[in-house]
């Protein structure tokens, strides 16, 4: 692979605005003439599409945490070999709608899976391939519920809020280790205020002039 300049992800607990604000930054590049891949995990590939599936599957209630892991992990390795490799190497931007922080938020801290191996899992199933920049937006796990209180929940999001708040403090833990790569964004202000943000911070890491 050429680099992971690129390479650039999005974090935070369920309902923290991912989606929203990948698709506000991917429209603004878009608009000055950039090409954007966008890929959310688990998926983004026919085979990593059905992995997901089966993990969110509510009906798959006696899944062990190990087995979710590398299931997880499974999705994500599929990704990369199909489609990262080959975006990066045509020198397009790629933004994944989580990656391996997620993996350590939620099998880790969340459930207590142990960092140190996940840490050597996702290395392995990534081929030790980090985003250049993340985005971690971070909301409290009652604007989580708030937000999504339409929806039916997936097995994930039924596991409650005691975990998710575990989850959440985990991804703050892992901002705070990571201080070149991750920038910890106050989700909880209004969708334009926080795009802009965004975008400023864009601009200034790829030193775009517009
Ligand atoms: N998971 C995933 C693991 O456990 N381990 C792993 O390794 C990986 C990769 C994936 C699940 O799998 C888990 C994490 C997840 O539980 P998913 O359906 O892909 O499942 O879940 P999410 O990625 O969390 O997707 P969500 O849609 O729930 O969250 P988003 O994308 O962060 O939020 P978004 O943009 O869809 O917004 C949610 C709602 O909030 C509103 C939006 O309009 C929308 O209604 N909203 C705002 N409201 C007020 N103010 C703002 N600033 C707002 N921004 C958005």
Known sequence: ??????????????????????????????????????????????????????????????????????????????????????????????????????????????????IKHLKILSNFATFGLEPYKTFFLDISVEESLVRRSGNKSDRIEQKGEKYLNKVREGFKIIAKENPRRIIEIDALNGLDELSKFIWSKFKEIYDIKV
Do not use: H, W
């Open 1 to 114: 692979m050429n680099s992971n300049k690129k390479f650039i992800s999005f974090e935070g607990i369920d309902g923290s605005g991912k989606t929203t604000q990948i698709n506000l930054l991917c429209e603004k590049l878009i608009k000055i003439g950039e090409k954007v891949s966008v890929f959310r995990e688990p998926g983004g590939t026919i085979i990593s599409e059905k992995i997901r599936r089966f993990l969110l599957d509510k009906t798959n209630y006696n899944l062990s945490s190990e087995a979710e892991t590398l299931l997880f992990l499974a999705s994500r390795n599929q990704l990369i070999t199909e489609k990262l490799k080959n975006k990066l190497d045509k020198g397009e931007y790629v933004i994944f709608d989580r990656f391996n922080d997620s993996t350590i938020a939620y099998q880790g801290y969340g459930f207590g899976l142990d």
